[in-house]
């Protein structure tokens, strides 16, 4: 079992950045995939940005060249670097473990991010 804490989230103008943090309780080496989803009002959870143990990475079409997510397994953490934000981000993002065996998923508490018109 992990336990997953975001921070990171604040209120920005569009056009500026932000950098989500999910800090892991223990070691994620073993984790088969990380990922950020969001939740905006009145919408459903979507997938934003996944990395695998091997560190291959995908993302929604919204957010390709401006996001990017990157996993240190030193550190426990995972990040996701949001570039060119625009009110549609606007969101709680969540930070979510995924392990193939036994297929199982841990989510985090989540971060607000809201951007600015």
């Known amino acids: 079992q992990v336990r997953l804490v975001e921070s990171g989230g604040d209120l920005v103008q569009a056009g500026e950045s932000l950098r989500l943090s999910c800090a892991a309780s223990s070691s994620i080496f073993s984790i088969d995939a990380m990922g950020w989803y969001r939740q905006a009002p009145g919408k459903q959870r979507e997938l934003v940005a996944t990395?695998?143990?091997?560190?291959?990475?995908g993302y929604v079409d919204s957010v390709k060249g401006r996001f990017t997510i990157s996993r240190d397994n030193a550190q426990n953490a995972v990040y996701l670097q949001m570039n060119s934000l625009k009110p549609g981000d606007t969101a709680v993002y969540y930070c979510n473990a995924y392990y193939r065996n036994p297929g199982i998923y841990y989510w985090g508490q989540g971060t607000q991010v809201t951007v600015s018109s």
């Open positions: 990395i695998t143990s091997g560190g291959s990475t």
